[in-house]
């Protein structure tokens, strides 16, 4: 499988929101709700920010949401905090017992 | 709480195999299905695979089909991935992950492991 397509930056002030889109085909993010987003610091291990699409798992602020329409899915990050600044990855089902990641954002805080 | 410990790092050869371990604790381990998933220096993350931990039932990703196994050994509570045929683009650090409830997404993670292929 090709990697969903992710913008390689995205930037916003304190405050402010940012939104990271997620581009792959109808055979992974617009066949299937098992789209997922991960965190990650440098040097640290990835940590589940959204599953299904657009679920929190326990402990994630409210400030991070999840969605799709059709082929692409968004993570939008509102409120926008200095600790926020990361890079953020996307995931989904591919079909056929199969994952596939995207190619990542790196987030800046301004 | 769920913690799943990785092996130390690794520096191999090309050519030859390194075998990553993942002790699981907290939960039992035979419940969840365990991923493998690799990050080289500065790059994206990789999916390389799963192992239902209560058959054994594995699947690989087809870029790593034939050099890749992932086994485990539950009277351990750990789950391994073996990668074989090493070359210098296979320098990475290699996670483990359980699913979080879904088969399909990740919710803890091991703290990783480098692996290192060098001359």
């Known amino acids: 499988q090709s990697a969903l397509t992710q913008p390689p930056s995205a930037s916003g002030s304190p405050g402010q929101s940012v939104t990271i889109s997620c581009t792959g085909t109808s055979s992974d993010v617009g066949g299937y709700n098992y789209v997922s987003w991960y965190q990650q610091h440098p040097g640290k291990a990835p940590k589940l920010m959204i599953y299904?699409?657009?679920k929190r798992p326990s402990g994630v602020p409210d400030r991070f949401s999840g969605s799709k329409s059709g082929n692409t899915a968004s993570l939008t990050v509102s409120g926008l905090q200095a600790e926020d600044e990361a890079d953020y990855y996307c995931s989904s089902y591919a079909g056929g017992n199969n994952v596939v990641f995207g190619g990542g954002t790196k987030l800046t805080v301004l | 709480q769920v913690q799943l410990v990785q092996s130390g790092a690794e520096v191999k050869k090309p050519g030859a195999s390194v075998k990553v371990s993942c002790r699981a604790s907290g939960y039992t381990f035979t419940t969840y299905t365990i991923h493998w998933v690799r990050q080289a220096p500065g790059q994206r993350l990789e999916w390389m695979g799963w192992?239902?931990?209560?058959?054994?039932?594995?699947k690989y990703s087809q870029q790593f089909q034939g050099r890749v196994t992932i086994t485990r050994d539950t009277s351990a509570s750990t789950a391994y991935m073996e990668l074989s045929s090493l070359r210098s683009e296979d320098t990475a650090v290699y996670y483990c992950?359980?699913?979080?409830?879904?088969?399909?997404?990740?919710?803890?993670w091991g703290q990783g492991t480098l692996v290192t292929v060098s001359s």
């Open positions: 299904e699409v657009t």
């Open positions: 992950a359980r699913v979080y409830s879904s088969a399909w997404y990740f919710g803890y």
């Open positions: 192992i239902n931990t209560g058959n054994g039932n594995t």
